[in-house]
């Protein structure tokens, strides 16, 4: 399976630890899902896409893992997606330009599902190097609106491709 690299940075960055729960929001066709399980043990991954086909690929990519008990893919949005409040150590997301336009209702959805002390990883590969501070100071006005702190904001490697990564907190 061939990895991009946006998955593999956001990956090291996010880095999942054996007994971790965690949440990718829009999991796609499950490739960081499938390189998350195999690192699992007693943790639990549940990847969330709105799209059927999504869903389709990726609980194909990860059947053994769901088997297993590692995983379980939800065809959802992330406002609409109900768990037990404080269900997971770290929610993900890559890609998902969600978190730069409007996530009012998905970050507050976010903040009630995390554990005391949990962080939400966002991840972005936009078009051009160019984009990257619109994006960062758009999410970073977005998390501290919804009642966050933003502890990290890391780049990518350059030139290229750009890479954008911003890890916060609930507040308080």
Not at 23 to 37: F, K, P, W
Not at 70 to 92: M, R, W
Not at 132 to 160: C, F, M, N, Q
Request: charged share 20%; hydrophobic share 50%.
């Amino acid at each position: 399976m061939t990895v991009p690299e946006r998955i593999s940075w956001a990956l090291s960055h996010l880095g999942p630890e054996p007994g971790d729960r965690l949440l990718e929001v829009g999991c796609g066709r499950g490739v960081a899902i499938a390189l998350i399980a195999g690192k699992l043990a007693g943790g639990h991954i549940v990847g969330l896409d709105r799209s059927d086909s999504a869903v389709r690929a990726a609980t194909e990519r990860n059947a053994a893992a769901i088997a297993s008990g590692k995983v379980e893919i939800v065809q959802a949005a992330l406002a609409d997606y109900t768990a037990t409040a404080g269900s997971f150590d770290k929610i993900f997301a890559i890609n998902v330009n969600l978190f730069w336009l409007e996530a009012m209702r998905e970050l507050a959805v976010s903040k009630s599902l995390l554990v005391p002390g949990g962080r939400l990883f966002l991840f972005f590969e936009p078009p051009s190097a160019g984009q990257i501070e619109t994006i960062r100071h758009a999410v970073e006005v977005r998390l501290k609106a919804a009642g966050y702190v933003v502890d990290e904001v890391v780049a990518g490697p350059t030139p290229s491709p750009p890479l954008l990564g911003i890890v916060a907190r609930p507040a308080g």
